[in-house]
């Protein structure tokens, strides 16, 4: 699925072809036929990558959602390098599956050659998980008991309530393993407890196969600090080995069309921080000679210019902030590009590029599917942090429609930050991940049939959804080929970390807000359309909180961060940032 290309739907003319893409290289510098990623060693970067090893749900999505979507295009990765989260995830996944395999073979071996052996040396698994688990709720209980604010009596029932069902589920599963072998047993005439007492393999269950079973977890634990380690700050990000699949990522994901899934366009963009769109009429400016005109005449024959001059007005207005030799005159981390946003049902082909002249068809055509935004994006705190500014402007109707919507990308999941931690790597990290090991191996070693049953689904249906793939030209108009998920925003936080970070993303949401409608108001005073309704509606934009409605012309909403989304609706802004 090579180079397909996008329908121009509005006026039924050709089909898009798609531009050539621009070369690319991989961390390690070879080459491919995509751009290059940014932000290589970024901290979103390095804690996603991390989340790869920490956590087993973040893993499994990012690859089934993203890698092996080969029918959908990528979201746009912004503040971080797709692709060497990717390989993070495709190893920890194979090491993963290593570690289950070697698991459900040693069950299997000791179960056909020593039945009873296996049964002790589960036992003793179990008795481990339960000391454990009782031990955790007895040490949560006494510590909130000892604060503040304990927990209520409900919340300690719960607990025990779990714990016994954890013993009642355990001493089930323990049985119907027992009972083939009790079954045999009494078939064969024999007396259960000397069967057990007599088997000569049952030594070795408990001091070679227990140990064993121990030992595999451990290994994987060492095996996945080694990895942490070298995600720490200031450690060069391992290189990424090229592949076909990583080829067609990047190519994707540095295009200039995103092709979306459901309702939200702004994929891997994160939450909601404002939206607002206004029409504003073109009508001419006051009579130089203070005579009054009537309002028809007012209004331009033609309008005084096209939805690409104020576009790329407004483009030149906002990168005269990029480098500029004086700090206090620049935004950091700026920047300025066209993007194209469709609806996957509506896409017959994957374009990742498109040349200029068919993104300006776009622009003079607002009332096709596909739609251009100008993407201002500030990038900050290594990449914790990524602000987004869509600018949409449409001429129709003898009127200029403008449209802002602000997203912010909070940092990565607490947990990835491990590696950020003073102990969450070297020897100490080491000490913990080999305990850590020890007490979670009941639960690895009772996992692990499930494990692998589930990767095997999941190559299945990899390896169903690459034969299936319809080749370039061929996609059935309709059905939803576009980007549903984030590796990013699956990994995102629910909220900044601290009071800085959510006065930042404020900050740069505002800075360019109010350098787009200034860009606006000097390139509408230089066109000779009166701006008096223009002045009015921008400064109730400015002073706007959470919402502000003004006659059916003006809508706002948020100004605020967060991560909850309601389903077929844009995402709701969750407190973070004040108004």
């Known amino acids: 699925m090579t180079n397909p290309e996008l329908p121009h739907q509005a006026t039924g003319s050709d089909q898009f072809r798609a531009a050539p893409a621009p070369p690319g290289a991989y961390p390690d510098g070879s080459t491919n036929g995509g751009p290059a990623p940014v932000h290589r060693v970024s901290s979103a970067t390095r804690h996603l990558s991390a989340g790869a090893y920490l956590d087993d749900r973040f893993r499994r999505a990012s690859l089934n959602q993203v890698y092996h979507q080969v029918r959908r295009l990528v979201a746009p990765s912004y503040g971080y390098d797709v692709i060497t989260v990717l390989d993070h995830c495709l190893r920890a996944a194979k090491m993963a599956n290593i570690r289950d395999a070697i698991i459900v073979g040693l069950l299997v071996i000791s179960f056909c050659a020593a039945p009873f052996a296996a049964l002790a040396a589960l036992n003793v698994l179990l008795f481990i998980h339960l000391g454990v688990a009782t031990w955790r709720v007895l040490r949560k209980t006494a510590v909130e008991m000892q604060s503040d604010k304990p927990s209520s009596g409900l919340a300690v029932l719960g607990r025990i309530l779990t714990l016994f069902l954890q013993y009642t589920v355990a001493t089930i599963a323990l049985m119907v393993l027992s009972l083939p072998f009790i079954l045999s047993s009494l078939a064969a005439g024999e007396d259960i407890e000397e069967t057990y007492a007599a088997n000569t393999f049952l030594t070795l269950g408990v001091f070679i196969l227990l140990p064993l079973l121990i030992a595999v977890p451990v290994a994987m634990s060492a095996w996945r600090q080694w990895h942490l380690d070298r995600l ?5 990000i391992a290189t990424t080995a090229p592949s076909p699949r990583f080829d067609e990522i990047h190519r994707q994901g540095g295009g200039n069309v ?44 033609q309008p005084p210019f096209k939805a690409q001059d104020i576009i790329e007005y407004v483009r030149d207005h906002l990168r005269g902030l990029i480098g500029t030799a004086n700090p206090e005159q620049q935004l950091p981390g700026l920047t300025v590009s066209d993007r194209v946003f469709l609806a996957g049902t509506e ?90 090991g020890i007490v979670g191996s009941p ?24 034969t299936s793939a319809p080749a370039a030209g061929e996609l059935a108009l309709g059905y939803d080929y576009g980007a549903n998920s984030s590796v990013r925003e699956m990994g995102t936080a629910p909220d900044t970390r601290n009071h ?80």
């Open 258 to 301: 995103v092709i979306y899934a459901g309702y939200w366009p702004f994929i891997g963009s994160g939450n909601i921080l404002k939206s607002w769109g206004f029409a504003q009429r073109l009508v001419r400016g006051a009579d130089p000679l203070g005579r009054h005109r009537p309002e028809a005449e007012r209004e331009f024959e």
């Open 232 to 236: 720490a700050p200031g450690q060069p």
């Open 443 to 466: 639960l690895t070693v009772a996992l692990a049939p499930f494990n692998l049953i589930r990767a095997g689904y999941d190559s299945l249906v990899a390896s169903f959804a690459r």
């Open 347 to 436: 896409a017959s082909r994957l374009v990742p590029y498109l040349p200029q002249e068919q993104v300006d068809q776009v622009v003079r055509y607002p009332t096709a599917p596909a739609r251009h935004y100008l993407v201002c994006q500030v990038v900050s705190w290594h990449g914790e942090l990524v602000t987004t500014v869509y600018v949409h402007f449409a001429v129709q109707g003898k009127s200029l429609y403008t449209e802002l919507t602000s997203m912010a990308l909070p940092p990565c999941n607490e947990r990835y930050r491990i590696v950020d931690q003073v102990d969450g790597t070297g020897p100490t990290a080491y000490v913990k991940g080999i305990l850590g």
């Open 500 to 579: 800085t970070q959510s006065q930042d993303i404020v900050k740069y949401q505002r800075v360019i807000e109010r350098r787009v409608l200034a860009a606006i108001l000097d390139f509408l005073q230089s066109r000779g359309v009166d701006t008096s309704e223009y002045r009015q509606r921008a400064m109730t934009l400015l002073s706007a909180g959470a919402v502000v409605t003004g006659s059916g012309s003006i809508n706002v909403y948020g100004d605020a961060i967060g991560t909850q989304q309601q389903e077929g609706a844009a995402p709701a802004p969750v407190p973070g940032a004040g108004a």
